[in-house]
């Protein structure tokens, strides 16, 4: 006895005709992502009502008007298998590798909690932990077999941009976990579920000294990666070859690699370290590294916020706040003692 008035023609179906292969909203199906040969699982979401359709995937990807011969329903044996879930499913206690701070590096740990939103709480074997970690960063460790070719979120690859001849350096930037990465480029383009195929190991000029360091071992170490070293002293020395260093203008970086890190020369140390000389007043003329950029500006200190950053009033007029110690020094002495 209902009545409803304007109904839109993509909410409506002929009873009688179209049989079972006909698409509707909500179906799970599996699509070929960009046309490409491979299927992958996911939803329709809107029948445009002209052969094609949208397609929300289940690893988050989206995708409009995918046409008709593209997609085929899911049937159940095969979408247990190629979805995510079931095997890869994680639950508390689960031995699993993760990686850490999304810096590319896996390490071993635990899942100590289920957050219920596809993020979980680790607890690594080194002491360290970590929360509500996303779930395309952790891989079990006794699954997902990887093969000689399997790559890993972070590392250093080259590419074969839009499956070209020619290979581009670049990095994995996530693991679709069926085969195929997305892609980001050193040069900024960008490429999602490249082949593995497609992608080559970038081979590592290893600079690394192979020299080992212990717990207060004075340094000098790269900080962030940067090109300059600044010294500091080990906090910790993980297993894994990396160590938290603990630097004498009082920041801190944990797993910083073996690599950017060397032993400190003892004439270096005594010019490079703050002292009193360089201790920054309201008025002082200084040099600033304009909101980090790498380059030094003349100023001066208008104002001391008490907490190791200041207020600068730049000679050509700009104002900045809350720079940090680090990125300023001052005008005629100490230059080495401040980060660029």
Do not use: M, N, Q, W
Request: aromatic residues 8%; charged residues 50%; positive net charge.
């Amino acid at each position: 006895g209902e009545r409803e008035t304007r109904v839109s023609k993509r909410l409506i179906r002929s009873k009688d005709g179209g049989g079972s292969s006909k698409l509707e909203e909500g179906d799970k199906v599996e699509a070929r992502y960009r046309g490409r040969e491979k299927y992958y699982p996911g939803k329709i979401t809107r029948d445009r009502g002209d052969g094609t359709y949208d397609i929300s995937y289940d690893d988050g990807e989206r995708e409009t008007r995918v046409e008709e011969r593209l997609i085929r329903k899911k049937d159940r044996d095969r979408s247990r298998s190629r979805s995510r879930g079931g095997d890869d499913r994680l639950s508390e206690g689960d031995k699993v590798e993760a990686d850490y701070r999304g810096r590319g590096k896996f390490y071993k740990g635990k899942i100590s909690r289920d957050r219920g939103d596809d993020t979980y709480d680790i607890a690594y074997d080194d002491g360290e932990r970590e929360t509500r970690v996303a779930k395309r960063l952790i891989r079990s460790k006794d699954g997902g077999g990887s093969s000689s070719d399997s790559f890993r979120e972070g590392d250093k690859i080259e590419a074969r941009y839009r499956g070209r001849e020619k290979y581009y350096p670049g990095k994995i930037d996530r693991d679709r976990r069926d085969g195929t990465y997305d892609i980001a480029y050193d040069d900024g383009e960008r490429e999602t579920r490249v082949e593995g195929r497609l992608i080559r190991a970038k081979e590592s000029s290893s600079s690394s000294s192979g020299e080992k360091f212990y717990l207060g071992d004075k340094v000098d170490a790269r900080y962030r990666g940067r090109e300059k070293y600044y010294p500091g002293k080990v906090g910790r020395a993980h297993a894994d070859g990396t160590y938290d260093i603990d630097y004498d203008d009082g920041e801190k970086e944990t797993r910083v690699e073996e690599r950017l890190i060397r032993k400190r020369e003892r004439g270096s140390s005594r010019s490079r370290s703050r002292g009193a000389d360089d201790r920054l007043s309201e008025g002082d003329k200084v040099e600033a590294d304009y909101r980090g950029r790498g380059k030094f500006y003349p100023g001066k200190i208008t104002r001391d916020r008490g907490d190791d950053t200041y207020d600068i009033s730049y000679d050509d007029g700009e104002r900045e706040i809350r720079v940090a110690k680090r990125l300023i020094r001052k005008i005629g002495g100490g230059s080495d003692s401040f980060r660029e």
